[in-house]
């Protein structure tokens, strides 16, 4: 019995792949999505893990979406890297083991993070947003991805997020850095505090805080992303 315990034959029957019949995307485990490929999706470049079947891969062209995206994402240090997969096949996809929440919208509007955009429909629309604001303020700046349409999106954030709901008599307030995702409708404030600042001990980057109104949610992880300039890149 004891043998047994940790045979090759009981890895296999606990960590096998299992066919949930949930849809295109499923997740396998919660940080690694499946993807029942039929036709073509859109995910984070470098995100595979494993596919089965006959899928391409090509990265995001140039000007595939117009020359106002392409000046955004010059604009962000290029922006959210996004991959085509087209074909059949199942595809696992994966970022550096985040864990994955999916999202089916239904005619809504999410505003990701870029460095929380796992994979998306090709029936949700997209745009990237820039925050005017803030840009150049923290090191790299922060861009967001507005998705909107009907289908499903993926999602990402560092351990187990928190959504807050943002009432119009009760803001909420987030380090940018911590920031996931908010609802579509929901336009945030930047407003800084040099005796947060000051209080902290730290950087630059945590005086500044994204004040959300009105109604809506905001979704936050327990950790700061660590962004990076183009010209910091190895």
Known sequence: MEDSKYSIQQ?????????KHQ?????????LLEINLDGKVWAKAGSMVSYRGNIKFEREGMLEHGIGRLFKKALTGEGTALMKATGNGKLYIADQ???????????????????????????IGWDIKLMRRI???????????????????????????L???????????????????????????FVTDVSFKTFLGRGSGESIQMKFSGDGFVVVQPYEEVYFSSDSKG
Do not use: C
């Not at 005619?107 to 796992?118: M, Q, R, S, Y």
């Not at 850095?177 to 336009?187: E, I, P």
């Open 23 to 31: 849809g295109l995307f499923e997740l396998e485990t919660p940080r």
């Open 11 to 19: 890895f296999i029957q606990q960590t096998k792949q299992e066919d």
């Open 163 to 189: 959504t807050l709901l943002v009432t119009p008599d009760n803001p909420v307030f987030t380090d940018p850095n911590a920031t996931v995702a908010w609802s579509g409708n929901l336009k945030p404030d």
């Open 135 to 161: 840009t150049g303020m923290l090191a790299g700046g922060i861009f967001n991805v507005r998705l909107e349409g009907n289908g499903r999106v993926a999602i990402t954030s560092h351990y187990e997020p």
């Open 97 to 123: 083991g985040k864990k994955i929440s999916i999202l089916n919208l239904h005619n809504e509007a999410l505003i990701v993070n870029g460095n929380n955009l796992l994979a998306f429909e090709q029936s």
